[in-house]
């Protein structure tokens, strides 16, 4: 009885087991769709994960590559500046010089301004002394026409009688320089005043002209017709 009461019990405590294990065995079962599941979702999440890394390994790749790039036209772009910048300095220099070199032509035109403008000062000042010479000289032929009825503006230079005159005024001074140091004595010759010539010289022209002579002090020949009426003013 003993014998059949313990296995009784045993059987039964195998049922209990095996029922036991039957029920563990669902609930495996139950749980490993589950984790089938997450094993899949977790597949997939490595494998976009894994193209995530290239993804980010390629633009890695790229921000390296662009880096250097970036890095040769930083040095390059160095190299420009410096070039520029020597550039700068060496038209900063070239402007200064042609500054400078404005500057002495400003002055250097000034300069030239200054003597044309003194130029045509004196060039209005000698247009005065000319037009003073020809008021004198249109006065003159004026009162030599009215005086002796000659028009000296058709003179004609005749050289053989200008020599004569000139001859025989020579030989008057002359002679009047001997009756001077006949009757006084004279200074030493390196002593004497070159002005006192020019206006013995000048006397004597103007004393011949006051005559009625035949030649003026400028060298112009007069013509027969007013020796002829000059010579008929002293008859008269």
């Known amino acids: 009885m003993l014998r059949e009461e313990d296995l009784t019990a045993k059987a039964n405590e195998l049922r209990l087991s095996v029922a036991t ?3 563990r065995h669902k609930n495996l079962i139950a749980q490993r769709e589950p984790m089938n599941a997450r094993d899949a979702e977790l597949a997939e999440l490595i494998t976009v994960r894994k193209g995530d890394i290239a993804t980010y390994e390629k633009r890695l790749a790229a921000q390296a590559e662009e880096s250097r790039e970036s890095e040769t036209l930083i040095k390059t772009q160095t190299s420009q500046r410096d070039e520029a910048h020597a550039k700068s300095a060496k038209i900063a220099e070239q402007r200064a010089t042609r500054i400078a070199a404005i500057s002495d032509r400003e002055n250097e035109l000034r300069r030239v301004r200054d003597s044309l403008g003194e130029l045509q000062d004196r060039r209005a000042q000698g247009q005065v002394r000319e037009s003073q010479f020809q008021m004198k000289i249109d006065n003159l032929v004026a009162h030599v026409s009215r005086s002796y009825q000659i028009d000296l503006r058709g003179f004609t230079p005749d050289d053989t009688l200008f020599e ?4 025989a005024l020579l030989r008057k ?3 009047a320089q001997d009756l001077g140091s006949a009757c006084a004595p004279r200074a030493p010759a390196d002593e004497q005043n070159p002005s006192d010539d020019q206006a013995s010289d000048e006397a004597v022209s103007v004393e011949d002209f006051g005559e009625g002579a035949e030649i ?3 060298g112009a020949c007069v013509p027969q017709n007013f020796r002829f009426a000059a010579r008929a003013t002293r008859s008269t």
């Open 164 to 167: 004569k005159i000139l001859s």
């Open 21 to 23: 294990e039957q029920q």
């Open 216 to 218: 003026s002090t400028r």
């Open 173 to 175: 001074r002359a002679g």
